[in-house]
Structures are given as structure tokens and as C-alpha cells.
């Protein structure tokens, strides 16, 4: 039997060659790439602009990814099929009808709110978490029309369960842990795991290091207990990778992130100001060479081959097929 | 005596000379006039690019309002100060350094939400009320550090009620009555007048007919009582006006302040399917021409000189005093 399909639902490195040709070692068929955190309508336009001439440019070794079927052709041709996503709603402003015009350049996932509040939903970091917004149930019934992916990484924990049943196709998580495994704020309760799930929704496993129990120090097999942990509450349909990797990028993006244009004062986020820059990698998943390194911890927990098929890749591509574009 | 100061501190008219003649001849010294709904900062400047226009071309009848300096030109010059204001922080993006730009471009008022949710506070309509959020509480220290006065009046009661604990310099409520005489969306609880008027701020009350009791028919005695009894609530040194007029605008206009663009469908706000245009203004209060009206029915419910006159003007020119610019 052929290799399953290998899918990374959430990147965000300094983007260069030695990159992409990494993701070929690594066999990645697949990656969700992020376009924005805090940008305009237009300043996203221009992050997609560069991204049409990266694929422009390396067109050897990735395609621009819109359905499923991307996928499939990558993996034939030995490439590496590029989603573009938003991790915040910001590039809609407060306009319902920028979701169509995001979709037709090429967007297939956009979070509901990163971190803070925003017109459609509740971040994770502010103290209350009102739900989804008047705008944000009209925002979501408009990407549910067009085929835009919710996802709601960085949400707080009602709007998310708001999302998921307002929705009235699957939404995901696309790169977070279970809560019980790692108390961090971005992390997800069993609650919301038990909704994602039984909705038909996707959570992709974070190897971010502040999401990680142990953080940097986190090891492969508790990584993988957790993955079978989360198994058992979502079934082995539901679940995949979102790596959360930033390869090489330097600690003003992190700044970026968590500040963007909202405060002038510093806001930590997720470190501290003796720990502000990004974390240092788990040794077993410094980049995307290192699936493999996954694949055998899977296997070395128990999975089987057609779970750890599942898993790598399989049940994102599931997830694509029936995600984007109009149902 | 002089006669005081004549201010009202909400107008959206369609803006034409005639008008312009209308506010002299009703003595109007002062008017705050609306220059974003829903627009981005883009839109926003064009707004106030069409005004510097404006301004320059009727220079017979109208003055630009930056200071309380602006509105005794203005009386001795016999022209009307035109202050600028946003209702909702649209214009200001996910950019706090955005406050400042905006308050060297002539903006006077910022609303911190306009009936739904914004990224810095919960609007009147929305289901749910979370108060200031991360963003609001550093866009409100900016406010308060260049002087750019913080408007609640389309916000929701807990938003109101932390903003006006959170900002240290007094706030306003350019535009809304009471809820105890009349329980619109938009009229205020006698909990948020008096903290209002406990912290040095002031209300302008409207005469927007969804915003009076018995509407378009309210009668003038009955609006002046609601003034005596709010008085009674907050001191007769916290309230003014702000009629809230929209002379002249086509119900396209209402539609777009009620729908903006987050949502594709008709959202009727205050108005109903029945009664969606704006509503007829009441027979006292017809236009600009119509102050002396309401002077005489202040005094027919047993208002004296001096608080005739600081109701009609003056009150707000204490507040424009000590609320523009730094401190």
C-alpha cells in the first residue's frame, strides 16, 4: 500500500527553499499556512501577493492548495500543496462580504478571534468570554456558504462551543492540545474535544512548546499518550497535526502576534518576560523532516496502521474534501 | 446678560447651507456632527476631508470646534464650532496609535461601540454584555492621554458602567434618555446617569422620537419633566443636549448606520418592518430653528436662569474645556 497522505494543518515559519525542501524530506503533502494575525483587508492582500510569488517561485516544490484534490496532486508530483489561512478575522474588518472575496483569493481556514475579542467572537486571554457576536453569526452562516473553515484555535471557551453548534458545517481546531494534558489557556477542554468531535470537527495536536506538557522538555511518548488520551474522547476520525511550527523565525514575529497594533505597552501572551522569545523546539519534532519521529512514537503507543494513517493525514484530507468550497 | 451658550452635542444631517442658515438662526454656537458608522480609517478620513470642504466653503456660518475657545469664537463671530465625532471605533482598527491620528485630523468624540460589538466594548444590542475588553482598556488610557472624549451612547450597560470607572478623565453620553421614562435599547439606567454624573460626565439628551416616550407624538412638557427628574438623578450641571437630528437624510442613510456591512440581511435596529425609515421629528423640535422651544418648556417645569443656561450650552462648554487635548 502506498504511504498515507502526510498533513500539517497549521505553519507559520520565515519561509525560504531549505524550508520547502524540508517538508519534501519530511514527506508533507500537505501544509495550513497562516496570512495573518492582526493585518488589514489590504495588508493581507500583500501577505497573499508574496505567497502567489513563492509559489510562483518554487513551484518545484510546492502548489497552492484549494480543495482536497490539491492534496492528492502534490503528493503525485512529489510536491507540497499550500493552504492559506487567517488566524484572526481581522482582514474582514467589519465587512460580511470580504469572507466571499478572502475565499476567491485563495483563504480556507480563518479563526473567529486571536487571543482578544474581535466583531465575531472571544479570545482565549480576555476575562469574559461573551460567545459569538450579531456580526459573528452572520459571518459564520457566510462561511459556512462559501466553504471557509472555521477554526477556533485561539477562541474562549464559550464563543468556541457557540461556533460549533451555530455552525452548520465542522469546524476545527487546527493546532491546539487537550487542557487535561497541559493547563494552558490556549489549550481545550474535554468539553469542547466531546463538541468538536461529535460534530464532525477536527483538532490538530500543537507541538508548540508552551502547549506541550514539560514544554520544550516534553517527550515524545507523553506527546503520544495524550494523542491516544484524546483519542478516546474525540475518536481517532477527529484528530491530526497542526504543529504550530515557526522555523526560523526571529522573536519580533512572536511580538507580533501577541501585540499587534491593539496595546503599546508589551503583552507576554504565552511567555513571560524572561522567557518572551519563541520556545526552543521538542527535540523529537525540530521540523518537518521529523514526522517520522511521530509516526513510530504513534505506533509505539498502540496505534494501528489505518488510526496512524488517520492521523498523519487522512482524516484532515476528509475534512478538505468536504470543507471548501459551497456543499 | 449675554445670552449663554447654545450647544448640541449629536447631529447627522444631510449637511447643505440651508441648514447651516437653520443653526444660526436658532443661535446655535456649537454642534458635535457625526463622521463614522461603521467605516474604516480610510472611509473615516475621506469623511473628514469632505468636511474640511465644507468648512472652507461656508466659512460664513461655520467654524472648525477643537477647543471650548472655538465655541466663544464661534458666539462672537456669529458662526456655529463644528466639532467631529465617530460613533463606533470602526475608524480606528485593531490600531490603538490610530487614537492619536485621528485626534490630530479634528476628532473630538470616539464611541467605544456602536449597538454591536466592537474589539473595545459590547454594543446595546448585542445578546451578551463582557464590558471593556484588552484593546478598550488601552485604547481608553490613549483617549485619556491625548484628550479625545470617550462617547457611550450606543454601548451596553456593563460596558458603559466600566468605561466610566476605567477612564480617568469623565465621559459622555453624546445622545440617549433615560430608561425610567422611556425603556428603549438605547435609554440609560438610572445606575449608569448617576455614575455618569458622579464622575464629572455628561448627557446629552436626544430627541430621536425612538428614543422618547410616545415617540414622534411626545409632548414637549413631557420631555421637559424627563429633563427635571434627570436632573434630580445626576445635578444640573451634567446635562445638555444632543438631539440627535438627521435632517434631511434619505432612509438609505438609517439603513446604513442599522446594517453597515456585517450582515446581509435587514436588521431594522430601533425601527420595525413597518416603520423602517426615519421617524418624524416631534413639533417642537422640528430643526435647528427650534431651540427657543425647548428653552421656554425648561422654564415652564420650573427651571431657572442659570440652569437654562447651563442645560442649553454651558455645561457642555465646561466639559469641551477640560475634556480636549491633554491634560
Redesign the interface.
Given at each position: 500500500m502506498d504511504r498515507s497522505h502526510r498533513i500539517d494543518c497549521l505553519q507559520y515559519a520565515n519561509w525560504t527553499e531549505k524550508i520547502f525542501r524540508q517538508m519534501r524530506q519530511g514527506e508533507l503533502d500537505a501544509v495550513h499556512v497562516t496570512l495573518a494575525y492582526?493585518e488589514?483587508f489590504r495588508e493581507a492582500v500583500r501577505n497573499i501577493q508574496d505567497w502567489n510569488s513563492r509559489l510562483d517561485c518554487h513551484r518545484d516544490l510546492i502548489i497552492p492548495g484549494r480543495t482536497g484534490e490539491d492534496v492528492r496532486r502534490a503528493r503525485e508530483s512529489g510536491r507540497t500543496a499550500v493552504f492559506f489561512g487567517f488566524q484572526n478575522c481581522?482582514p474582514i474588518?467589519?465587512?460580511?462580504?470580504l469572507v466571499e472575496i478572502v475565499y476567491r483569493l485563495g483563504i480556507r481556514f480563518m479563526q473567529l478571534s486571536y487571543n482578544?475579542?474581535?466583531?465575531l467572537a472571544?479570545g482565549c486571554?480576555?476575562?469574559?468570554?461573551?460567545?459569538i457576536?450579531?456580526?459573528?453569526r452572520?459571518v459564520i452562516k457566510?462561511m459556512n456558504r462559501v466553504g471557509l473553515a472555521i477554526d477556533m484555535s485561539h477562541s474562549a471557551e464559550r464563543s468556541t462551543l457557540e461556533a460549533i453548534e451555530l455552525s452548520e458545517r465542522p469546524t476545527a481546531i487546527t493546532h491546539a492540545n487537550p487542557a487535561f494534558w497541559h493547563g494552558a489557556r490556549r489549550n481545550k477542554s474535554t468539553d469542547v474535544l466531546r463538541a468538536l468531535g461529535e460534530s464532525g470537527g477536527m483538532l490538530g495536536f500543537s507541538t508548540y512548546p508552551h502547549h506541550l506538557k514539560d514544554r520544550s522538555a516534553c517527550s515524545l511518548e507523553s506527546f503520544c499518550e495524550m494523542i491516544a488520551r484524546t483519542a478516546e474522547v474525540m475518536g481517532t476520525d477527529h484528530i491530526g497535526f497542526g504543529s504550530d511550527l515557526c522555523q526560523d523565525q526571529p522573536d519580533s514575529v512572536v511580538e507580533w502576534m501577541r501585540v499587534?497594533?491593539?496595546?503599546?505597552?508589551i503583552?507576554y501572551g504565552e511567555g513571560s518576560s524572561d522567557d518572551a522569545g519563541f520556545p526552543r523546539m521538542p527535540i523529537w519534532f525540530r521540523d518537518n523532516r521529523d514526522f517520522g519521529n511521530i509516526e513510530t512514537g504513534l505506533r509505539a503507543v498502540g496505534f494501528g496502521d489505518t488510526e496512524i494513517a488517520g492521523i498523519m493525514g487522512e482524516n484532515w484530507l476528509r475534512y478538505f474534501d468536504t470543507s471548501f468550497g459551497p456543499s
Open positions: 492582526h488589514s481581522s474588518e467589519g465587512d460580511v462580504g482578544n475579542q474581535s466583531l472571544t486571554y480576555e476575562a469574559v468570554d461573551s460567545g457576536t450579531r456580526m459573528g452572520q457566510e499587534g497594533r491593539w496595546t503599546k505597552e503583552d
